[in-house]
């Protein structure tokens, strides 16, 4: 299961989308644990101490927190909490089919449960405390066809490969680990362009790059245009910039004449900057 999240204008409430019906019509909104006794999942969510309220809405969940508790803190307990549930086959709400005409395979979701149970400990006491030392996080998002999504903040990305070997050390149903913002399919990589690319950036690119603690991830080809992303310490440098127009988007269309835009999507103020200080 994927799910999305969106910071509202008020800094202390954010939504979670899991991609399904959460209510058939219509919004819930529960201020307090003791009045959410209709909704397993409000329930559920008030556990979470620094949770205040919760709001059910037709594709969505509107978690408000209690101040001053820190989002990046509560914010995987509160993914771990509604995929548990989901995943479970749990009411969102009492006397409410919030699934209508799902297939019944609750023998496949409660192995798929314990495979995602060895993961998601396995990240909270091997994986989690290494990268946060390092000043980055990760946060799990789904376990699907062998593939663990994992969301990588700050400096994170640089331990991907060690957390893929692992996670299949410890569970050997772990096939890859891939970034959230890759799971879904891209067409566009799969054009004579996009293969191209992709070759140009693993082959030549990326090993360069590695040696600086970054990684350049190929988002997609549309046409003539190649969107990438700075990864690891390449996210949020103050060099990027450069990085990008002297070096990889000359030699990307050097060696692909055919790309003749490449337009970087970093969320460059999420990322760590470590490699670069600017004179004071």
Known sequence: MFIQTEQ?????????????TVLMSGERAFSSREGAEQSPLAERLFQIDEVAAVVLGPDFIAVSKIEPANWQLIKPMILGAIMEHLMAGQPVVI????FPNVEDKSDEIGDTDEIVAQITELIETRVRPAVMQDGGDV?????????VVLEFQG????FKDGIANILRHYVP??????DHRDAKPKPGLETPNGKAVAEILETQINPSVAAHGGHIALVDVDGDTAYIRLEG???????????????????????????LHVL???DHQDGDNPYYQPSK
């Not at 400096?155 to 640089?158: E, G, V």
Request: charged fraction near 25%; charge should be negative; hydrophobic fraction near 40%.
């Open 8 to 20: 509202m204008a008020d800094a202390a409430t954010m939504k979670f989308f899991p991609g399904r």
């Open 264 to 266: 970087d999507v970093t």
């Open 95 to 98: 006397g409410e089919n919030s």
């Open 155 to 158: 400096s994170a990305f640089r």
């Open 139 to 147: 946060i799990f998002q789904e376990f699907k066809n062998g593939e």
């Open 233 to 259: 310490g390449c996210q949020g440098c103050g060099m990027a910039d450069v990085t990008l127009k002297q070096g990889v988007e000359v030699e990307i269309k050097r060696a692909v004449p055919s790309i």
């Open 173 to 178: 149903e772990v096939i890859a680990v891939v």
